[in-house]
């Protein structure tokens, strides 16, 4: 939407207007799908402590996944106040990195669903780590995924060796040739669920002519 996530540029505040607008998109969205569908938001960071509780409060009667990253990720505590505030659960975690800035997440429960990056927080081992430690705390891990085919499958195997794995997003819905990188019968994702391999390594082959295909070069020029 044209006017999403343009909470006031000085201080993070939602006006009753742009928490309204927000709520009615939720309910319509409801509505559509009805109450069998899991819906998830995602706020980027955007929100004071003050504007994500408003918000937070008008979405409980949408019975919503999840409402992500609602107040910028460096203070726990203003994180913590947030969750203390409201029934609809919260997620945050991709820009936390290693297990030690999201263990205080976890232990200060903080979060419902965290949402590490493995990408960035370190690392398979270290995001088995962070989910150790949310398992401690009764917490579902649910990876923030915007790789190729190849880390998706790297997150498929991490999502498959820990016991609070809930779901693992996908990020390529425009990229039409996405798929279109392993050596594969059909499609990676089907009816919404990836199959874990078993064969050696991360189990799949990556199509070198597409590889090459879209291949930027070694001419990519950079401006600062």
């Known amino acids: 939407m044209p006017s999403d996530n343009e909470p006031d540029p ?16 939720v309910a319509a969205v409801r509505d559509a799908v009805g109450d069998d569908v899991d819906l998830a938001f995602d706020c980027h960071w955007d929100y004071s402590v003050e504007s994500g509780k408003r918000l937070a409060r008008s979405l409980e009667p949408y019975d919503i996944m999840w409402l992500e990253d609602i107040v910028p990720p460096e203070e726990t505590s203003a994180q913590r106040e947030l969750a203390r ?13 290693r297990v030690h800035e999201l263990s205080e997440l976890l232990y200060e429960h903080a979060v419902d669903i ?17 989910a150790d430690r949310a398992e401690e705390n009764y917490i579902p891990m649910s990876p923030h995924n ?8 790297a997150c498929v195997h991490l999502c498959a060796a820990i016991p609070n794995a809930d779901v693992l997003e996908y990020h390529a819905l425009e990229v039409d040739w ?10 990676l994702i089907a009816d919404g669920h990836i199959e874990v391999p ?3 390594g991360l189990g799949i082959e990556l ?8 291949t930027l070069g070694d001419d990519v020029g950079f401006s600062s």
Not at 114 to 130: F, H, I, M, W
Not at 178 to 187: E, I, K, N, Q, S
């Open 198 to 200: 078993t064969e050696p």
């Open 10 to 25: 000085y201080n993070g505040r939602l006006d009753n207007a742009a928490i309204e607008r927000k709520r009615e998109i």
């Open 114 to 130: 965290v949402t590490p990056d493995p990408t960035t927080c370190g690392g398979l081992a270290e995001s088995k780590r962070s």
């Open 207 to 214: 199509d070198e002519d597409v590889v090459e295909e879209h």
């Open 146 to 153: 915007v790789c190729s085919p190849v880390g998706t499958i």
């Open 85 to 97: 505030s409201t029934s609809t659960p919260l997620a945050t975690g991709e820009n936390r990195f």
């Open 178 to 187: 996405w798929d279109d990188l392993l050596v594969r019968g059909g499609p």
